[in-house]
């Protein structure tokens, strides 16, 4: 089983950046599949990005492209999401979630989540 943990959350004015990490400990494999997720007061949990394990290609939603990176490290363990030009709108819960395949795909195991705020 597979466990995440989120990192990196906090407080931030609009402008501003934050990074975030997800670790992934348990039992991974180099093809276990990840992505970012968020939830916003009131709203339904949404995709934000997600990365290939296959071919170096990265999956973004619209609201973050251009502002927002995703990364991992080389053993595929850890998962980060830069996020530059921050929005009061980007104010949400950040999830790390493992996946069933390659984006698109369903989320399967969900870490913590990491409170990011984004004041004006």
């Known amino acids: 089983q597979v466990q995440l943990v989120e990192s990196g959350g906090g407080l931030v004015q609009a402008g501003g950046s934050l990074r975030l990490s997800c670790a992934a400990s348990g039992r991974t494999f180099s093809n276990t599949y990840m992505g970012w997720f968020r939830q916003a007061p009131g709203k339904n949990r949404e995709f934000v990005a997600a990365p290939s394990w296959s071919d170096g290609s990265t999956y973004y939603a619209d609201s973050v492209k251009g502002r927002f990176t995703i990364s991992r490290n080389n053993a595929k363990t850890t998962m980060y999401l830069q996020m530059n030009t921050l929005k009061p709108e980007d104010t949400a819960v950040y999830y790390c979630?493992?996946?069933?395949?390659?984006?698109?795909?369903?989320?399967?195991?969900w870490g913590q989540g990491t409170q990011v705020t984004v004041t004006s």
């Open positions: 979630a493992t996946l069933y395949s390659n984006w698109p795909s369903s989320p399967k195991i």
